[in-house]
């Protein structure tokens, strides 16, 4: 684990399931029903209570359009919420991906706040099956979180939870830079 901005960011290598944290933030699709990747592995290791509550939003609004966000349960996981945000699929730049990538983080962030989280974890959103380039994904992910804080400070800690060692090694270097 790695601390930055006065401790308020932390960078950990990790399975996101296991974060305890008052919120993890499901990498979902606009289904909401689970897949692949970090929203599979949540939905699994969450159980079956997910899922319910992913439905039971379906029925209300439909889908979970891209660059939202909308919170459940954790179910089984340590967390006490998921805040599910849609991320956008890579198209070289042209459908206004940056934008909406940033949205997921700031929506979701706004979520956390009014659901008075303290503590919230983000995976890499969209640099999956999603083909976000992870370098562009690592940059917005840590403007948009240093944004947000600098406006809001109800949020004590952000982590970043990075699966494989080449998004450690670009998350390190760009809040080592940034410092």
Request: aromatic share 8%.
């Amino acid at each position: 684990m790695v601390r930055y901005n006065d401790g308020k960011i932390e960078l950990i290598k990790g399975d996101i399931t296991k974060i305890e944290a008052d919120a993890i933030v499901n990498a979902a699709n606009t289904s909401l029903l689970g897949g692949g990747g970090v929203d599979g592995a949540i939905h699994r290791a969450g159980g079956k209570e997910i899922l319910d509550a992913c439905v039971a939003i379906r029925n209300k609004q439909g889908n979970c359009k891209t660059g939202e966000a909308v919170i459940t349960t954790a179910g089984k996981l340590p967390a006490k919420f998921v805040i599910h945000t849609v991320g956008p699929v890579w198209n070289g730049g042209k459908k206004k991906e940056e934008q909406l990538l940033q949205n997921c983080y700031i929506n979701s962030l706004q979520l956390a706040i009014d659901n008075h989280v303290k503590t919230i974890a983000f995976p890499n959103i969209s640099t999956g099956i999603y083909r976000f380039p992870k370098d562009k994904a690592a940059s917005l992910a840590i403007a948009s979180v240093k944004y947000f804080l600098k406006n809001h400070e109800s949020i004590d800690k952000v982590i970043f939870v990075c699966f494989d060692d080449e998004s450690f090694d670009l998350y390190q270097q760009i809040l080592k830079f940034e410092e």
